[in-house]
């Protein structure tokens, strides 16, 4: 069967599913997206990712021209058309076709798409047995040039980090801010575990507002555990007891080596695999 997408309240064959190559969305990166996912038919943290949608959107004076219980709704149908009960969604909204210039005041027409399809997920051995990454000599964008906060459609900056990873051999690969400090990775973001304490770059280091990121911290202080969002130094990393990733997609990763530096013991940490086995939990619940 083919994969049904839906663009602006209608539902597309794959190979019919078209836009505007005047789309200021394809000229530009000029749009909006989120990535969710699926567990067991229910979409994970539906509120949280439209919530960030619609604020990303607001942040780039991008206006949304659909309610979003009605967008909510929308995924639930794409996702039940196409017989996905686990699986990825990604949400997009572009600016809309316009001339070929930056002004986007000629666009008048946004697209609206949501793509709902299988979700490639990283190998078991990685959670078996932890990833190694590397930092990437590409900075996270400045927060005064494009707020990390909105998910854009302009990924470049973090392409480009994650192909320095690809090129050392790694599946992810760490982002320094600015000033130097840890942000994040190219599509995950980062936790580390010392004595105990479990940290992670706070928002203002420049990151995205991961909504695996607030659910693990939330876990986590159920837990016990101590939280703390601060700032961390390539140091930090180096010297912690334990390190992963949170993500949609990678959910949590343990890592075991950053920069040839082996973390901790070199296997995946007891607060990372608890916290895994919670997350889980939750999902399936
Ligand atoms: N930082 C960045 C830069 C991201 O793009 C995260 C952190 C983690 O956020 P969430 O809300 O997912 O916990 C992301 C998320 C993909 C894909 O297709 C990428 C993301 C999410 C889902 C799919 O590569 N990035």
């Not at 990924?155 to 090129?167: A, D, H, R």
């Not at 659910?215 to 930090?236: F, P, W």
Request: aromatic share 6%; with cysteine; glycine share 8%.
């Amino acid at each position: 069967m083919a994969l049904k997408i839906w663009i602006n309240g209608e539902l597309f064959d794959k190979e019919n599913a078209k836009i505007s190559v005047f789309d200021h969305g394809l000229l530009y990166g000029d749009g909006v997206f989120e990535g969710l996912r699926s567990y067991s038919g229910n979409v994970f943290k539906l509120d949280e990712h439209m919530d960030r949608f619609y604020e990303s959107a607001a942040s780039i004076l991008l206006n949304v021209p659909i309610e979003k219980a009605e967008l909510a709704k929308a995924i639930k149908l794409t996702l039940a058309e196409n017989n996905i009960v686990d699986g990825y969604v990604r949400l997009i909204i572009t600016r809309g076709s316009g001339t070929l210039g930056l002004d986007p005041e000629p666009c008048s027409n946004p697209q609206i798409i949501i793509i709902a399809d299988k979700i490639k997920l990283y190998p078991q051995e990685f959670y078996d047995n932890g990833l190694e990454i590397i930092t990437a000599s590409t900075i996270r964008n400045h927060p005064n040039a494009l707020n990390s906060r909105v998910k854009s459609l302009n990924y470049l900056n973090n392409i480009m980090g994650k192909v320095e990873g690809t090129q050392a051999g790694c599946a992810e690969a760490l982002m320094l801010n600015h000033n130097g400090d840890v942000a994040e990775c190219t599509a995950d973001n980062i936790f580390l575990v010392k004595n105990g304490v479990i940290s992670t770059p706070s928002v203002d280091a420049g990151i995205l507002a991961g909504i695996t990121r607030d659910t693990v911290i939330e876990i986590a202080k159920e837990t016990g555990y101590a939280v703390s969002e601060c700032t961390l130094s390539r140091h930090d990393v180096y010297v912690s007891d334990e390190c992963f990733l949170t993500g949609t997609a990678a959910e949590i990763a343990p890592i075991v080596k950053v920069d040839q530096r082996v973390i901790g013991t070199g296997i995946p940490g007891k607060v990372t695999k608890d916290l895994h086995a919670k997350f889980h939990a939750l999902v399936r619940s």
